[in-house]
């Protein structure tokens, strides 16, 4: 079988969600069942991707639901709770008191407020929280998830305090000729990553920079009452300085620093200077923009889940330091169990669920439960109940509404998780064929020659697109992309990179974030109509991306001096 038809077979159940979810809008809880069905017959069929090994993956997929599920349960409760605390009440007050403008609050709340999350917790956390904090300020749950998953970009590689560069690329590139090729110049590992941190942080501080506008344009664009790209860039001044006071930092920190903290300081420093700026009315316009009344929402923006300003529960007495309290203990939390110097870190780490060689397969599946961003959700959920007092029957109330939201969620990520697991571990076969994601950036790289660092950030998108994980897409792509380096004598360290901050770009429209983002705002059955927003951020970075890979190899002679000696330099 050609390449190209093997190409083409590895697509088709992404083609096939893509029809289904965007051209007919099928609620993902039909489509990908569907999807799953389709993954299984060409795996098993043309893969020969044994019938244990199918079943192994699908038992690996159930680990990962459950450890989102967690997530997701965690980020509607403690939202819950703080609707029926009061909390929420005093939170939306307070944005309004720095700002009504909806277009300030966006830069503030989901970009610098989002990034601290993805720098501290990553896997889908900023979606799972900010969602549902834009909808209690008063947004439609179609434009919160939106600028949710818009968030899960420019941070994203350096999530989870580096989990994507630290795990992803350097497990991704685990194998015995590059370690040779390592030890031939005398270069550790690291001194390799260091070098792929450097130029992520260049591509994603240029891409990044011009998120925040994107983000603005989009929500008056399309949530306006006049649909206007012109109302959003009015802000264009107070958006670029959004931007720049987190890349500029962020490049910072990971040139001199490493890949560990980039996103977090970015947003440590970003958040004061901003809001600073926005207290003194600092290059914000005049007029202030908000989204038409409630009643005139399109039906297609409204989820089931409500926190409207008109029914949310206000109590006196609650400081505004109080109701921020959760959230700021939320990232206290979050930062401590994520820093290797603290012993916090390995208690968090050291429950784990595993099954290991699951019914005789080389396929493993494990979860550190405690260690999950849900977890300390949770553990911040109870705090909440007793810093802001409430009684038995709010906190009941909270608990089984959250219950309810979840549900739907489970049904549709127990079908999209096993299908992720089962292309991702197609490549265990008996005839050689490697996974179907690999097949098709084989294809890609054999058919574009020298101009293939153009489509280099776009192969790490699919890889996300397809896992809803960087760290996954490193993980399956940065060999191939470092092999395709070789072949075409282009600088790996460059190609890496491109495929590494496309793989981040990817987590705006991979499936599994759609749907864990709208489980948290009662926007389940409506995928299709976030998908068709996002996939617009996700273009512009990932062919951003590429353009400035191309003229950086092509033009301008990027070459890494570490490691001239594989001869890799044009």
Wanted: glycine fraction near 8%; charge should be negative.
């Amino acid at each position: 079988m050609s390449l190209l038809t093997l190409a083409f077979l590895a697509f088709l159940p992404i083609l096939v969600a893509g029809i289904l979810l965007i051209g007919f809008r099928i609620a993902a809880k039909i489509a990908m069942p569907l999807v799953l069905a389709v993954t299984v017959v060409i795996s098993y069929f043309v893969w020969d991707f044994s019938a244990l090994n199918i079943v192994a993956s699908s038992i690996q997929g159930l680990f990962i639901t459950f450890d989102i599920l967690w997530i997701i349960f965690g980020a509607i409760l403690l939202l819950n709770l703080l609707k029926y605390s009061g909390g929420i009440s005093v939170i939306r007050q307070s944005f309004a008191d720095i700002s009504p403008d909806r277009r300030v609050q966006v830069v503030i709340i989901a970009w610098l407020f989002g990034s601290f999350l993805e720098g501290a917790a990553g896997f889908g956390t900023p979606a799972a929280i900010v969602a549902p904090l834009l909808l209690a300020l008063g947004y439609p749950a179609l434009a919160s998830v939106m600028l949710g998953l818009m968030v899960q970009s420019t941070a994203v590689t350096f999530g989870a305090v580096g989990t994507p560069i630290l795990i992803g690329v350097q497990s991704g590139l685990a194998s015995p000729e590059f370690s040779a090729q390592l030890a031939s110049v005398d270069a550790s590992m690291m001194d390799y990553l260091l070098v792929v941190t450097s130029h992520v942080a260049i591509l994603h501080a240029i891409a990044g920079t011009l998120m925040p506008i994107l983000m603005v344009v989009m929500m008056t664009r399309f949530f306006g009452e006049n649909k206007s790209w012109k109302e959003g860039f009015s802000i264009f001044p107070f958006a670029l300085l959004g931007g720049l006071a987190f890349t500029v930092p962020y490049t910072l920190t990971a040139l001199f620093l490493g890949p560990e903290f980039p996103s977090l300081i970015g947003a440590l420093i970003g958040l004061p200077i901003v809001t600073y700026a926005a207290n003194r009315g600092f290059l914000i316009p005049d007029d202030s923009w908000d989204f038409p009344a409630e009643e005139a929402w399109p039906a297609f923006w409204i989820g089931t889940l409500t926190v409207s300003s008109e029914n949310e529960v206000k109590k006196p007495g609650l400081t505004l330091f109080k109701a921020w309290m959760p959230y700021l203990l939320l990232a206290l939390i979050l930062v401590l169990s994520r820093l290797h110097q603290l012993p916090i870190r390995e208690a968090f780490l050291s429950v784990e669920l595993s099954w290991q060689e699951i019914f005789g397969s080389t396929i493993s599946a494990s979860s550190t439960p405690l260690y999950l961003p849900g977890t300390i959700l949770l553990i911040v959920g109870v705090i909440t109940v007793f810093l802001h007092k409430m009684n038995i029957a709010e906190v009941k109330t909270a608990f089984f509404e959250s219950s309810r939201m979840l549900l739907g969620a489970g049904f549709v990520l127990i079908f999209t998780i096993p299908m992720v697991r089962i292309y991702i571990n197609s490549g265990i076969n008996e005839i050689g064929l490697d996974s179907m994601p690999i097949i098709m950036a084989d294809w890609v790289a054999s058919s574009v020659g020298q101009i293939y660092p153009f489509f280099a950030a776009s192969i790490g998108g699919l890889g996300a697109f397809i896992a809803g994980s960087n760290t996954v897409s490193n993980l399956m792509f940065s060999l191939f992309q470092f092999g395709v380096a070789e072949s075409l004598s282009i600088p790996t360290t460059i190609l890496v990179a491109l495929g590494a901050v496309g793989a981040a770009a990817g987590n705006m429209v991979a499936i599994h974030n759609i749907v864990a983002a709208c489980a948290t705002v009662g926007f389940l059955g409506k995928e299709g109509s976030v998908l068709r927003l996002t996939v617009i951020p996700t273009l512009y970075y990932v062919i951003f991306i590429g353009i400035l890979g191309l003229l950086a190899i092509s033009f301008f002679g990027v070459s890494d001096p570490l490691f001239n000696q594989f001869n890799l330099n044009p």
